[in-house]
């Protein structure tokens, strides 16, 4: 039993930076997390992943350069810097955890709104 919390959402200029951060709760241990968006009329796409054994991360081709995933310091917590922000951007931004049987819990999501 485990619940994903997210914060960090809201809104931002074009070219600007925010930072999401999420925990997985509970004592359970995962083999990543990762971020995902949907805006609407789209489905949702996956935007960033790190490995929480080796650290490797992985990103969509959209948000390369520009987008950082990291761990934080606390157990199954990761944030993600977004900087150069573009309208584009602009979704409800989830944060996933993937367990070791490969079964993924996920967080109600964060608003992530970028104005040009």
């Known amino acids: 039993q485990v619940q994903l919390a997210e914060s960090g959402g809201g809104s931002a200029q074009a070219g600007g930076s925010l930072r999401l951060s999420c925990a997985a709760g509970?004592?359970?241990?995962?083999?990543?997390m990762a971020w995902f968006r949907q805006s609407p009329g789209k489905e949702r796409e996956f935007v960033a992943r790190?490995?929480?054994?080796?650290?490797?991360?992985y990103y969509a081709e959209a948000v390369k350069g520009r987008f950082t995933i990291s761990r934080g310091n606390a157990k199954n917590t990761v944030s993600l810097q977004m900087n150069s922000l573009k309208p584009e951007d602009t979704a409800v931004y989830f944060c996933a955890a993937r367990d070791e049987i490969l079964l993924d819990v996920w967080g109600q999501g964060t608003q992530v709104t970028v104005s040009s």
């Open positions: 790190i490995s929480l054994n080796g650290g490797a991360t």
């Open positions: 509970g004592t359970k241990t995962y083999l990543s």
